[in-house]
Structures are given as C-alpha cells and as structure tokens.
C-alpha cells in the first residue's frame, strides 16, 4: 500500500513539473482506482466490526451494518 501511495504521490509532483504523457496520465488513473478500492474494502471491514448500544444497553446496530459483518465474515 505505501509503495502505491508512493508512486501515485511521484506522478503528482511531475505533473506539477510538467505535463504528464498517456501513459503517465493512464497508470496515474489506474494507480488512483486500485488505491480506492483498497480504501473502501479496508473502511467497510472497519465498520463491519462496529457495534451501536443505545443508553440501556440494547444493541441497536443497523441491519445493513450486521449484513455487511456477515458477509465479511463469509470471505
């Protein structure tokens, strides 16, 4: 993951420098995909683990939530 934040992090600053070719705009959009996928896989695992408690102690998680734990877990 660091070593794509790198790159995608390079690309930037030699777009700043100068215009980047095809190929640099194309890996650049595709380095900036996966690292969004990445992002949003790791960000609904995360939240797959959170449980909601209201005041008395009754667990009030949302049943998307619950769902998304069970299909994680599946995985």
Do not use: C, W
């Not at 660091?2 to 700043?16: C, H, K, M, T, V």
């Not at 380095?31 to 909601?52: E, G």
């Amino acid at each position: 993951m660091r070593s794509l934040i790198d790159e995608i992090n390079r690309l930037a600053r030699l777009s700043r420098e100068r215009s980047l070719t095809i190929q640099e705009k194309k890996r650049q959009a595709e380095l900036r995909q996966k690292y969004l996928k990445n992002f949003r896989s790791r960000f609904k695992k995360q939240l797959a683990q959170i449980t909601v408690v209201d005041p008395t102690g009754k667990d009030i998680t949302p049943k998307k939530v619950k769902r998304l734990r069970k299909s994680s877990n599946q995985e």
